[in-house]
């Protein structure tokens, strides 16, 4: 994970922007992670711990209609929290993420495992997707704070 997180920050250098980290399932760790590097406030700017649906309205200004009508664990719901987290920063990209890390709290449409990712870069479109882990709890969260960080690299503009 050190040298993903490494090569997420050149890549930010380099580029002279930042970054934030909009968290629901990862509770915090991509946030730690990008943190754990020194001289990292150069690149990362701030972290929304969102678990709960209240948090995700409040800190972030998601819809409760969205919430009500997709989940928490939605596509409309991790772009409204990438979006929210892009206007309440000074980032110049973000990334969102709520899933179901489990063990419990699996539906049939929903299993556990189940992750959505949003970037939202400043003057671009959006983009967003859904992935599927495997393992327990911590590997389910791990797979998602590497594929969060990696998405930077690849929708931060070139």
């Known amino acids: 994970m050190k040298n993903l997180v490494e090569r997420v920050a050149q890549h930010l250098l380099e580029k002279g922007v930042s970054m934030a980290a909009a968290e629901s399932c990862t509770g915090g760790w991509v946030s ?11 690149w990362f700017d701030c972290g929304f711990v969102t678990y709960s649906n209240h ?16 989940g ?3 596509e ?10 892009l206007q309440r920063s000074l980032a ?9 890390a489990g063990p419990d709290g699996g539906t049939e449409r929903k299993p556990v495992g189940t ?9 671009s479109p959006t983009v967003s997707c859904l992935s599927y882990f ?3 709890r911590e590997e389910v969260r791990r797979q998602a704070v590497e594929q969060a960080l990696e998405g930077i690299m690849a929708y931060l503009p070139h």
Not at 32 to 42: D, E
Not at 115 to 123: C, D, Q, S
Request: proline residues 5%; without cysteine.
């Open 32 to 42: 730690q992670a990008a943190t754990a590097i020194p001289g990292s406030s150069r």
């Open 115 to 123: 992750v959505w990712f949003a970037w939202a870069v400043r003057g």
């Open 76 to 85: 409309p719901v991790v772009v409204a929290m990438a979006e929210g987290a």
């Open 92 to 100: 110049d990209i973000t990334v969102s993420i709520s899933g179901v």
């Open 134 to 136: 495997s393992g327990d």
């Open 72 to 74: 928490a664990v939605s």
């Open 55 to 70: 948090a995700k309205q409040q800190m972030l200004g998601v819809p409760a209609e969205l919430i009500d009508t997709y």
